[in-house]
Structure formats: C-alpha cells, structure tokens
C-alpha cells in the first residue's frame, strides 16, 4: 500500500504533533489558543469518560482523517483496455454547386442536415469532419462529441463555398494522412457527385491506402442552375444558364472501394441504412487499446473510523448515580 499524497500526510503531521503536545503537556498553554467554553465542553467533569481517554480518542480522529487525506491506495500496475468503434473521416462538398436549390434550402445545407443525422447515427464513433472543393482542410479532428462536431458544420455557410474545381486527389491525400494510423480506414463524403474524370485520381489513391469510401449524394439528376454568391443563375460563354446536375459516378466509385452510397432523401431512413451497413460490415472492429493505471482506494476506511471516533469523542456519557 502507498499514499498518493504522501506529502500532504506529512504536512499535516506537524501541526498535529504539535497540537497533540499541548493537548497531553500543558494545559493552562492550551487555554490560551481555545475558548474556554470549548474546554469546559471536553472536559466536563459530570460525565463517565476520562478526559485522557477523550483526549486519546479525539486525536486517533485527527489522525486517521489526515491518513484518508493523504489517501491511500493498492497499485495494481498497468492495464490494457480495449477501446471498441470506429474511427471515420467525413467531409463536406463545398463547391460552387452545392449552391443549387434542386433540394431545399439548397444542397449544402440539405448535406449538413444529413450530416448531422449520420453523427445520430454512429454516437459511439469518433468521427472527424473535413471540408473540400479546390483545397481540403480540416473542420474539426477525430472526436465522439458529436454536438460539437453538430455546432462546426452548422457554422459552414455560402460564405465558405469555392466556385473553383473539386480536387479529389487533394481529398484523397489528406483523407490517407488522417486515417493512417486507424483501422479501419473508412471515408463518408457528402456530394452531389464528381465526373469520372475529376474522380480518376481520386481512387487510385482510395485503392493503395486500402481506405473504404462512402457516398451521400444530394441534389436530383434533373438538376438545378448553379448559383453566384449574390444568388444569382450563373451563365455559359453561350449565354445559356449553367445547369449541374447531381453525378453518380462517386457512387459506382464507393462500390467498387469496399463501400457503399446512398441518395439523400427527406427523412432520416436513408442515413440509418448507411450507417446499418457501415455498422454490419466492421462490426464494431478494435480502435486501440488505452493503457489504464490501475489504483485500489483504501481512503474511506480511516476516513470512516475517524468520523466514528470523532462522534464518540464528543458525545455525552452521563455518569451512573448511585442509589
């Protein structure tokens, strides 16, 4: 057994000693630092228990309760804990054609609507946010706070949407350096798609690093015009308004990189069957293991004796009168 405070005990020890001195030595000194009501309380003369054996008792008190202060403990060394669920990568299209209204509001607020949905879905789950168009960068790191990463991704406004070409390969690199580590390796985008020629890299990349990729696309494939920053239809070089359409060839992509897609629809179903089938296929696989140093805590044992001990030192026991 060993204190985990040990210096506290000691600390403690001297004014101690030094009051349990005056306490069994010196009397008229101890009269001078108490008030006299508080003696007369301790020493009363009418009652059975010894003023020395009070005394003795009120100390064992002190004592013990500075003992459970410094509380003591069993080292029982280290030990491994298993630390179950998965650690996901998701990232949020935003480029200049989530801006297009053939979903309500628009698809990049429809997309954080089912991102918000997928956290519900995996509460269990560290998660991280990332966020892509030109460049890609982190929103928020791997974490199971999912309220938090909620309060992030409504934070991403029309303000953050980039009218520059998606880079998938850009996606693709820095998905490889945050999943590194982490097995497995599992990426959920929401989009509303990319051409198979934006995309080529993309999965040569998703392929060497052996990262699953999964697939929320919004938007329909009527399409919709895509929309400038002050909100209006942009236009071709012809003239003719410039329509974008939601692109299913990341899905077909997600299928053949051990993965899965689903098409965003109203409702909360299509989310919940994506995270069924993430769910069933890792089956809740090893994240890591966490080394725990383990402690058994023996500080309510004094503390409970001092604390009987202390109600005993200052309770009354009248003195048996004789007939």
């Not at 002050?230 to 359409?245: F, L, N, V």
């Given at each position: 057994m060993e204190f985990v405070n040990p210096y506290l005990f000691w600390i403690l020890m001297l004014p101690f000693a030094f009051f349990a001195f005056l306490i069994s030595t010196n009397k008229e000194r101890l009269s001078r630092i108490f008030d006299e009501k508080v003696l007369t309380r301790l020493?009363?003369?009418?009652?059975?228990?010894?003023?020395?054996?009070?005394?003795?008792?009120?100390?064992?008190?002190?004592?013990?309760?500075?003992?459970?202060?410094?509380?003591?403990?069993?080292?029982?060394?280290?030990?491994?804990?298993?630390?179950?669920?998965?650690?996901?990568?998701?990232?949020?299209?935003?480029?200049?054609?989530?801006r297009s209204t053939d979903v309500y509001p628009n698809r990049l607020r429809f997309a954080k609507k089912k991102m918000s949905l997928f956290f519900d879905a995996m509460p269990s789950d560290e998660i991280a946010v990332a966020a892509f168009a030109y460049s890609p960068f982190v929103l928020a790191p791997f974490s199971s706070d999912k309220e938090t990463l909620k309060m992030l991704i409504e934070g991403v406004d029309d303000s953050y949407i980039?009218?520059?070409?998606?880079?998938?390969?850009?996606?693709?690199?820095?998905?490889?350096?945050?999943?590194?580590?982490?097995?497995?390796k599992i990426m959920v985008l929401f989009t509303d798609g990319g051409d198979e020629e934006a995309i080529a890299g993309f999965s040569d990349?998703?392929?060497?690093?052996?990262?699953?990729?999964?697939?929320?696309?919004?938007?329909?494939?009527?399409?919709?015009?895509?929309?400038?920053?002050?909100?209006?239809?942009?236009?071709?070089?012809?003239?003719?308004?410039?329509?974008?359409?939601?692109?299913?060839?990341?899905?077909?992509?997600?299928?053949?990189?051990?993965?899965?897609?689903?098409?965003?629809?109203?409702?909360?179903?299509?989310?919940?069957?994506?995270?069924?089938?993430?769910?069933?296929?890792?089956?809740?696989?090893?994240?890591?293991?966490?080394?725990?140093?383990?402690?058994?805590?023996?500080?309510?044992?004094?503390l409970g004796l001092g604390l009987l001990l202390l109600l005993i030192g200052f309770s009354s026991f009248p003195r048996r009168r004789s007939a």
């Open positions: 020493s009363a003369a009418n009652e059975s228990m010894p003023l020395a054996l009070r005394n003795i008792i009120l100390l064992a008190a002190i004592f013990f309760m500075i003992v459970a202060l410094a509380r003591p403990v069993k080292d029982e060394g280290d030990k491994v804990v298993e630390v179950k669920g998965l650690t996901l990568l998701t990232a949020l299209d935003i480029s200049g054609s989530m980039n009218m520059g070409s998606t880079d998938y390969l850009a996606l693709a690199q820095l998905g490889a350096s945050l999943l590194e580590k982490k097995e497995p990349v998703l392929k060497s690093q052996k990262i699953d990729l999964y697939v929320v696309l919004v938007g329909t494939q009527k399409g919709a015009p895509v929309i400038n920053a002050e909100g209006k239809p942009m236009t071709q070089k012809d003239g003719t308004i410039a329509i974008t359409q939601r692109n299913d060839a990341l899905g077909t992509l997600a299928k053949e990189n051990g993965g899965a897609y689903v098409v965003a629809t109203t409702g909360k179903d299509d989310i919940e069957s994506l995270a069924a089938v993430i769910r069933s296929k890792y089956q809740d696989q090893q994240q890591g293991e966490v080394r725990v140093h383990q402690r058994v805590e023996y500080f309510y044992y004094p």
